[in-house]
């Protein structure tokens, strides 16, 4: 038997006045906006006063919030309007990953979980339909979208109860009814899901208020479970990470939505102070954020903005210091540097591919803040407006990011190389990883991540997609690096043949240092250099275009075959004895989406008298599907020096020594 100290389940209000009261007691009623509610509260008066609270609300006007500036203007997607059809019937737009949308029943069933994939049991408790559906209601002016999301959000509180019990109790309880809620909390109450219904909930009042549907009781219904959904994050902020930035940014729309709450300062202050702590904890001095994902950097930088652009809007723009602004140019320009001239980022960690409508959106708005900033106006206008930076290779050493670009054009050749410190929960075992565009396509990718966590089955995924020998780096034995902590050595990203040189102490007796020459700003040669005594199969990983690719496995040699102007050879010359492996390959720029393609290792047994295992790779993008440059490579000098490294390389009869010191 549980005690009551042990099960704070917040359950639903008895009778219906007691709700109001309830509602009531949770505003300061000494607003004079609010003088007439206070005044027959006062009175006993307690049905009127709820009745006054809701006229205020309908006619309120002086709260803005940036995401929609007027209700009655605003207009529906295609996409939106089927979501908030499907949602008349109970068919929850849930993910993008599980399309069609599943139908949770006449009787909703907020526990029905059809994949076991947490991400959807998550996400149900977002409401994504909930919105769609208010902007169905103010363009048609149908009432059934308003009932319907009358009745969906009762629904949700009365059987989603914050059922908070300790791990001990719960495993001796025998109360089935407590352990099926606590068990449930955790998905619909986890502080992530709460700050997405916090803030989105702003938007739903706004598009809801002016119905018939939305009456004082159910005002008091709202009032009370967006209260304790405030509280919950104050009380269970997520330790860091992007969930805690999230939490803190719609605490601070929680607090300045609704003023009208005792608490309401409290919350804005608390999502002010853990911005302005965590934007010098996450982002690094050269605008990286911690995660080292293109995707939730990108994430990062619009909940700083939105907090900011709230902030602004409401008169408290001074919370934010010059500081916190400063960073979240350096996050833009960043963030602007590692994308393709198609705008698409990087598949890196756990990113998904952004894609250029959506990002050119985002550089709109933030014009907004930084409209003096030339590159980013360039950005913003797709090239009509501003102004290039002066340069067009970048490193960002702290983040560990090194582009390498022969121009910012579609027709640019651009490298992206990831070689950071240990990243935060997104990032992946890939030190030394890198992608490639060439002339209007990314021809060479990272994997993705296609998955996040849940079952034996969702993690079997989801590993396969973090693993090192799915990116373009080197492993040892297949196995995932045991420390990613890259070090530059060197970074010289100007002149006819521009250089990185970094490395990773990737396994115990095993060093890898990867030298990237980039050759008049055309092709590149991949110096790989594994030192130590470290037993085991050296792989040097290669994960090949999608499409049809040709793979030469004595000559080391792959050829793209791509009927469009951008293909590549790459052709690695390897150590003696080394050999070609063909393996399962996949690319995935969406949740739940995968493409098969190939992948190589070029593996070779390294004994643990062996100094070092050394690779060179030559890449050599060019248009013609065929007739790929003649190639050849060879070091130069007596095996592994830790101060310099050189080469000579042939393409198409012409050599170039590459000599690095360090
Ligand atoms: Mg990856």
């Not at 979208?145 to 009745?151: P, Q, V």
């Not at 997104?426 to 990883?433: I, L, M, R, V």
């Amino acid at each position: 038997m549980l005690t009551a100290a042990l099960v704070a389940a917040v359950g639903v209000a008895g009778a219906q006045p007691s709700l109001k009261e309830e509602a009531l007691a949770l505003l300061n009623l000494e607003m004079p906006e609010l003088a007439e509610v206070k005044a027959l509260h006062s009175e006993g008066r307690v049905e009127e006063a709820a009745e006054a609270l809701l006229a205020y609300y309908k006619a309120r006007t002086h709260i803005t919030t940036p995401d929609i500036p007027d209700p009655a203007a605003v207009r529906i997607a295609p996409n939106e309007q089927k979501w908030a059809d499907e949602a008349l019937e109970h068919t929850f737009f849930v993910h993008y990953g599980y399309q069609p949308s599943f139908n949770y029943g006449e009787d909703i069933d907020w526990r029905y979980w059809p994949v076991k994939d947490n991400e959807l049991r998550w996400q149900l408790h977002r409401h994504k339909w909930f919105t769609p559906m208010g902007k169905a209601y103010r363009t048609s002016g149908d009432e059934k979208y308003a009932i319907e999301w009358t009745k969906q959000y009762v629904d949700w509180i009365r059987k989603n109860p914050l059922v908070k019990i300790d791990k001990e109790e719960y495993e001796i309880s025998n109360e089935s009814t407590i352990k099926a809620d606590a068990e449930n909390a955790r998905f619909a109450w986890r502080p992530l899901e709460v700050s997405h219904r916090l803030e989105d909930q702003t938007l739903q009042f706004q598009l809801f208020i002016c119905s018939p549907a939305f009456t004082a009781e159910f005002l008091c219904e709202f009032l009370v479970n967006y209260h304790r959904h405030a509280e919950h994050i104050l009380e269970n902020y997520s330790a860091k990470g992007n969930h805690l930035l999230f939490q803190a940014q719609r605490m601070l729309y929680a607090g300045t939505f609704f003023p009208e709450f005792r608490r309401a300062e409290v919350w804005r202050q608390s999502g002010v102070e853990v911005l302005n702590r965590e934007v010098a904890v996450q982002v690094f001095d050269d605008g990286g954020h911690f995660e080292l994902c293109p995707h939730y950097h990108l994430a990062t930088i619009n909940i700083f903005y939105e907090a900011l652009q709230v902030a602004t809007l409401n008169g408290f723009k001074e919370a934010f210091p010059k500081e916190y602004i400063d960073a979240l140019e350096r996050m833009i320009v960043f963030y602007a540097n590692i994308c393709f001239p198609d705008y698409e980022n990087p598949c890196f960690s756990d990113a998904k591919v952004a894609t250029k409508g959506e990002v050119i959106k985002n550089y709109r708005s933030w014009l907004d803040v930084f409209g003096d900033n030339e590159f980013i106006r360039y950005m913003a206008s797709d090239g009509q407006q501003g102004a290039l930076p002066d340069y067009k290779s970048q490193g960002y050493l702290t983040a560990g990011f090194f582009v390498f670009r022969s121009g910012w054009g579609n027709d640019a050749v651009q490298m992206v190389v990831k070689a950071g410190p240990k990243g935060e929960w997104h990032c992946q075992p890939d030190n030394g990883t890198f992608e490639l565009w060439y002339n209007g396509h990314r021809l060479m990718s990272d994997s993705g991540s296609y998955i996040y966590a849940g079952d034996a089955e969702v993690m079997k995924w989801r590993n396969w997609f973090r693993q090192t020998a799915v990116h373009n780096t080197l492993s040892l034995n297949g196995e995932n690096l045991q420390t990613t902590e890259s070090k530059t050595l060197l970074w010289q990203p100007e002149g006819d043949v521009q250089v990185l040189v970094t490395e990773n102490p990737s396994y115990e007796g095993l060093t890898h240092r990867r030298t990237v020459f980039f050759v008049e700003e055309k092709w590149f040669v991949i110096v790989d250099e594994a030192v130590g005594d470290a037993e085991g199969i050296v792989n040097l990983n290669y994960q090949l275009p999608v499409g049809e690719v040709s793979v030469a496995k004595e000559a080391m040699r792959c050829a793209t075959l791509n009927d469009f102007e951008s293909n590549l050879t790459l052709q690695c010359f390897a150590p003696k004895g080394a050999y070609t492996t063909e393996a399962e390959g996949w690319f995935s720029d969406k949740y739940k989406s995968k493409v098969e393609r190939k992948r190589v290792s070029f593996d070779v047994a390294k004994k643990s008298t062996d100094k070092a295992v050394r690779y060179i790779t030559v890449i050599v993008p060019h248009k013609e599907a065929q007739n790929g440059p003649k190639i050849d490579a060879k070091f130069i000098g007596k095996g592994y020096s830790p101060n310099g490294v050189g080469v000579q390389v042939k393409v198409d009869g012409k050599s170039r020594k590459l000599k690095v010191e360090f």
